[in-house]
Each structure stands twice: as C-alpha cells, then as structure tokens.
Nanobody
Framework: QVQLVESGGGLVQAGGSLRLSCAAS????????MGWYRQAPGKQRELVAA???????NYADSVKGRFTISRDNAKNTVYLQMNSLKPEDTAVYYC???????????WGQGTQVTVSS
C-alpha cells in the first residue's frame, strides 16, 4: 500500500503563499492519480486538487486560480503551490490517491496550514 508523508505547512498571513510536498512510497506511483485533501476543524475532509498520471489537473471551485498541483514522478512527489491564501484555507492538508483509487493510500499525519487575517 502507498505510504504518504506530507510537509511544508505553516503559519502565514492572508495573501501569502506556501508550497506543500507529499513524498510517496512504491514503484507504482506514476500510474496513480494523486490528490490533495484538507480537513478544517468540525468539517469533513474534502478534495481540493487532483492530478492524473498524465498530468491533467482538477480543482475545487474554492481554490481554483489560487492553488496549483504538480507532480514529479522521478521523485515520487506531489506538490501543492498555494497562493493568495485566505483564512478559510486553514486546515490540515493531506495527500492521497485520487480518482478511481481515491483515499486508498495510507493516510499520513498531514501538514497544518494556518492563515491569519
């Protein structure tokens, strides 16, 4: 099963930027669609961005135009560039498989993103 380790979160002021990274284990990484999910306090986990094995991307309306997902298959890593951050982006961010295998990787501890107003 795919193991996932997220990093890059932190505290940032509104309007700022962060870049998250997700290191994945396994030789099959390149064939999986991958996604970034987030969970805010008291809310359900939601998918905010996804990227296919062919590098096609999809975004939740709430982050479209501000977040960019990318992947480096040689490094088994997925990235999330977050710009123009808003307080409502505050959440724990996780990566996992997306698409047909959504959520089937081992959930990591996530990385906390806190955006102050």
């Amino acid at each position: 099963q795919v193991q996932l380790v997220e990093s890059g979160g932190g505290l940032v002021q509104a309007g700022g930027s962060l870049r998250l990274s997700c290191a994945a284990s396994g030789s099959m990484f390149s064939i999986y669609a991958m996604g970034w999910y987030r969970q805010a306090p008291g809310k359900q986990r939601e998918l905010v961005a996804a990227i296919t094995s062919g590098h096609s991307t999809n975004y939740a309306d709430s982050v479209k135009g501000r977040f960019t997902i990318s992947r480096d298959n040689a490094k088994n890593t997925v990235y999330l560039q977050m710009n123009s951050l808003k307080p409502e982006d505050t959440a724990v961010y996780y990566c996992n498989l997306a698409g047909m295998a959504a959520g089937r990787g081992n959930w990591g501890q996530g990385t906390q993103v806190t955006v102050s107003s």
